[in-house]
């Protein structure tokens, strides 16, 4: 599986991202697929996540309302939208795939994904 994260980038407070992850390598409707961040000096945190088959998602709370994650299965691309941007939404955003059984929820740890990107910076300046 490969993973290649694009769109990030510097914006202001307030304004809006969407970053990409073209996948490739499988075919994922058995697959999860989220959005980690870190902050440095940080751990690296769980974002969103969907279950590719059915798009099921989670998120976690501080983005609730302000980010949407979605997926593209006819160009098997992962994208998350960033609205209303803060100065603690800084850090090196990461896509992530691992195979999800449809027994087993969506993982929020990062140790439930197998497969990862590079990243992306996103800066917000306040």
């Known amino acids: 599986v490969q993973l290649v994260e694009s769109g990030g980038g510097l914006v202001q407070a307030g304004g809006s991202l969407r970053l990409s992850c073209a996948a490739s390598?499988?075919?994922?409707?058995?697959?999860?697929m989220g959005w980690f961040r870190q902050a440095p000096g940080k751990e690296r945190e769980i974002v969103a996540a969907i279950r590719w088959g059915t798009g099921t998602t989670i998120y976690e709370d501080s983005v609730k309302g302000r980010f949407t994650i979605s997926r593209d299965s006819t160009k098997n691309t992962l994208y998350l939208q960033m609205n209303s941007l803060k100065p603690e939404d800084t850090a090196v955003y990461y896509c992530a795939a691992s195979p999800l059984p449809i027994t087993r929820p969506l993982g929020r740890m990062r140790s439930e994904y197998d497969f990862w990107g590079q990243g992306t910076l996103v800066t917000v300046s306040s």
């Open positions: 390598g499988r075919t994922f409707s058995n697959y999860a």
